[in-house]
Structure formats: structure tokens, C-alpha cells
């Protein structure tokens, strides 16, 4: 694989995936370092001042203090502001971040659609216009009934605001509901010059096939992306989730086992080594506080030395107890 990896780089030019790593740095310093493209804060508002490219992400984390996470690029970078879109650039690479008040935009179906729309229009006119993973936190997530789910709105805002953006295949995303303002919604995302390789896992039903029971609007994302120069994997949020059912209703252990049997099954649909090492940051979602514990004690149980962050954070669907999502390198 890592030899392959270098061939390809030559042939496409594609850069070097970013570096995502959890630094315990203060923001203004990680933002003064070459190559800094974005730091993210969990739980520290204005620490990172006006910089376009501090992101205070509204999810808790149950580890204090907690590290920021910093994406850095080989180049220099390039940032501003175009109204309330918030970007930077450098190296080929292009972050991207929105955030909307529902309230000013007719729910969570109008301010997804809004959100999609404006990214897509700005992304049309750079250079980076291919867009390779995507995070999304909305407040009370699973709020409402049937159709009327806040998670399920946003689905259907969502792909309005998108159109035809994502024919070509969708990118790897995230989707957790935060527990700050209910009505923010908060929208990042990764872009570059070339295309990814999206992946899929064979234990699971692809997020945009998913039958109706699960909403007018199937979700719209891949299970992970390849990068570019096939040096690094993006995982996308993945649940206790087999087929299209979800699995293990009520026990957080199991449903953090079967997580990570998808992972495995992600890597080696990628053709990635098995396994997490130390530059494999990781993200875990907790819906309930009093689970924390346990899956930091698992987590560091099943996967030793591999950097976590753990959050407060729901899954979007309500009988899910724990998410995982990161980075896998080559």
C-alpha cells in the first residue's frame, strides 16, 4: 500500500493529505504555525479570537482540559471571510465553515438548505471544488416525530441545497446533534483540487440507499473517502448500524463493538493496514454522560495508544448510544 501510495502521487500531483492531529497548544499559537489551515476548539469559546480559521465546534468534551484539533497542510495559507462563510486555503486544500440560526431560516430543513446551497456556490468558484468530507452538528437532533425529526428535516434541506452538487458521488460526512443553542446549525467541511475514492462498507446498506422508514430523504454521504494521493482514509460517522438496522438497542458496550467490527471492515474495503495507531485520531460521540466512562475504559482497552477525543454528542437516530469517526493514515 505505501508503495503504491507514492506511484499514484506522482501520476496525479494530488497533494499530501492534511495533517489532523490533537495538539494541547493554545489556539493563537497553533494559528501562527506554517501551514496552519484550521484549529478546532471543544468546549473553549473565544479562544482562537476572530481568525477565520479558529472553529469552535459546540460539542463538550468529558476530558478537561481538552486537546484542539489542528489540520495543517504543506504550503502556505491563505483565509477570509465571504459574508458569513468562514474559509482558508493552502497546498491544494480548501476548509470551509457556516453558521446559521435556524430561526432565520424557516427550521432545520431551511437553514440546511441554505448552509448547502451558499457552500456549494462559493466551492464553484475555487480551484479546491471537490469536496471530500463534511461535518454537521444541529442542535436537538432527534427532536420531533416521523418525518418531523430535526434530523430527518435537515436531510431534506440538505439535498435541495446540494442539487446536482454531489451526482458524482457523495463525500464522507458526519451528522451529531450538539447540546448548545437547539436552534444553530453548525456546517465544516474538507476540499481539493482532486478527486477522492469513495468507500464503502459491505457490512452495511450505503447511507443513500436506505429504505423509507428512515425519511423522505435518505442521508447523503459515502462511509469513508481515500484521498487523493490514496495517503490517508476520512471516516465518516459510523454507528451500531448492520445493514440498514440498528443494532444492539439499549447496550452501549455492544453497540461500540459492532462500531468497531465497521471500522475494520472500512479499512480493509480501502485496502488500509488493519488497525489504529497513534496518528489516528478518532472522535467519539456519547449521548448519555454516564456512559463516558465505559467507552473511554473500552476504547483504550480495544484500541491502546490510538488518540480520542469523547464528546457529548447524539447520534441521529435515537436509539444509538455511541458514534465513531477519524482518520486512518497509510
Known sequence: MLEGCESRWVETGAARAPRISYRTDHAATLLAEPGMLAVFGFGCPGA???DPRWV???????????PLE???????????????LRWASGGGWLFAALELDEREHGGPAGAARVAYARLRDFIRDRDEQRVLRIW?????????EGDAERYKLFCDGRAEGCGDWFAAGYPAATAIGHHAHPHLLQVYLLAGMHAGTAVENPRQVSAWRYPR???RTSPGFARAMMLPAQDALAISGTAAVVGHASAHEGDTAAQLGEILLNLEALLASAGMPAGFDTQAPLKAYVRHPADAPRVRELLQRRLPGVPVLLLHGDVCRSELLVELDGWRYA
Do not use: K, S
Open 136 to 144: 454537521n452538528y444541529q442542535g436537538a437532533i432527534n427532536q420531533g
Open 213 to 215: 422508514q428512515y425519511g
Open 70 to 84: 489542528a489540520w495543517q497542510v504543506d504550503g502556505p495559507v491563505r483565509h477570509g471571510r465571504h459574508g458569513a
Open 56 to 66: 469552535r465546534v459546540p460539542l463538550e468534551p468529558f476530558d478537561t482540559p481538552a
Open 48 to 50: 482562537g479570537g476572530d
